[in-house]
């Protein structure tokens, strides 16, 4: 009797936790009905967003999305990956229980804290130390071409993004690194190898899936950032090469001009941006899931 | 051959790396040196936010400031209302979300075998790595769409958002109950049931509230869906999440990023400084708590 209580409810939570999963896809694309039935697959790669004339695009969303989650990743990618190594053969016992949660503790602050850091004393100071010194060595690049103009810019968001990103790759890689057998690493240095070589040749193979995953998993974040995103990036319409410029991205578009948005047209594109977000961040991360399983059973990676 | 090596080996020459070895110890110290200025630039990131949230936040802090009202029009007053909000709308959403993640945890270690909660532990990862605005923007589609902004709304957002979380942590900590202790209950002919609740989640206890706690700060600090579900919300203190919106912190510190206002800016981040201190209070201290409770559980 009592068996069967407790199993029918476990069962119950189970079965309403994939029922909530389920019903986001509906609501969420259905939302996106009126916007998809008007503007179709098209909506994607269209760039022109003007509520006033009910003419609606996610181009340069998708756009400022990419370019900044991938800024973020590139960044993040050696950083955190670095830190892992730090973390988990570098530094003595001690530093290791003292640095360790202070890298996950950067997770912890909340991005709306971060955002609002970011665009009253980052942005201010990127603009005027920062971006000036980029634009004059690597003007020629087209990704530094403008001259920056206020601290809100692409470039800023991407740096955000950077830091939220960066104690996710460095908490999963440094777990990922103690796993390593240290029979491999010691045999290393009985041939002679210096620490860097035992990396290069034992840590990271060993673990390059794990990592990668872990990669992944951080993009996955900073493609769903809305909040600090908002705050930074200064909310453009149109698409530019240069990252000191304007910008905007999914997630971001939606936090704006949710509040905001007066038609019902208006409304569902923005859910029609909201699908497009969800089957990206799904897709990244079952991505990022099946890379760690795939290729290293043993080892979690999902934490 | 023999006058060769001769040549080149001169036993009274100090033992130095050449060549071939001083380039790769070279190599190897510039690999250690970027590790630790990473680790160096992380925690000094890590300091300037915390210090810049502190130092601005120290100087909107007052009693006024933490006790009363806004104004009911224009600008100033205190964070009463936001802090009374944000309290309401986190304790709800964990009041949803804990009950729920502990019994999916139950299920996927007790009940489900290795192979059937596959889809549930899926449906979990898919369920983690949701981008907080979609959330929101489902819970909009279902709650918000012709019944205006509730802080219940906001706390259904929440509680979505921590589910994963708590019965992940959970699910670890049950699996770390030791074997023993089930093997002796079922040895005394103790249902199944009886043991669950009264051997197995008293032992695991501990690890369980310390994850809720973990998923509370990360939940305190969730803007994206308070945004969008519970964002207008009158300047009094209100304790009913099913009237109207609530007021609550993230926002009321994203509204005033949002306006180019000295004075607001002040306020914002006095908001962010109390919002701040609870989390890092709260995910150090179930941190520590964690630690001690795992090695308890496997001795």
Redesign the interface.
Known sequence: M??A???G??????L???A??V??GY??F??AHLAFSKFGLGFIGHTRWAANFDAFGAGSFLFGTAVSSLMALLLAA???I??G???SM??PQPVRAV?G??????A??????????G???LAPWLNKHAEPWLHGTFGFLPIFGSTPTTGASVFTAGLILT?MV??II?SISRDLFLTVPSELQDGAAALGA????T?RGVVLPSTASGVTAACF?GL?RA?????AVT?VIGAGNAIHSSLFATGDTL?SR??NQ??GATTKLQISA??YL?AM??VI??V???FA?WIGRRFDVQRSV?? | MTDMTEMLFDPAAPLKPSGNLRRRQIVNRVAETGATAAAVLAIAVLGIVIFAVVAHGAAALSWHFLTHNPPAFGPGGGIAPAIVGTVVIVALATAIAMPLGVLVAIYLTEFAGPRGGGPIRLVLDVMNGLPSIVVAVFVFGLLVVGHGQTGFAGSVALAIIMLPLIARSSQEVLLLVPATQREAADALGVARWRSIIGVILPGALGGILTGTVLAVARAAGETAPLLVLTSIAPPTVGVNPFGHALPNIPVYIFTLSEQADPQGFTRAWGAAFVLLVFILISSLGARALLARSRSKISR
Do not use: H, K, M
Not at chain 1, 9 to 14: G, K, P
Not at chain 1, 101 to 106: A, G, Q
């Open positions: 009592g068996d209580v407790l199993y409810l476990c069962a119950l939570a189970c309403l936790t994939i909530t999963i019903e986001i609501q969420v259905s939302g050696p950083i955190g670095a830190i190594l730090f973390l570098l530094a640095i949660p202070l890298v996950e503790l950067l912890a602050i909340p991005s709306v804290i971060l955002g609002f850091w665009i009253l004393l830091i960066l104690p460095a210096t620490r860097w070589e990396v998993l996955g493609l769903g950032e809305a909040i705050q997630a939606i936090a949710f509040q923005l859910f909201g977000l969800l961040g799904v990244t991360n079952l899931q999902a934490r």
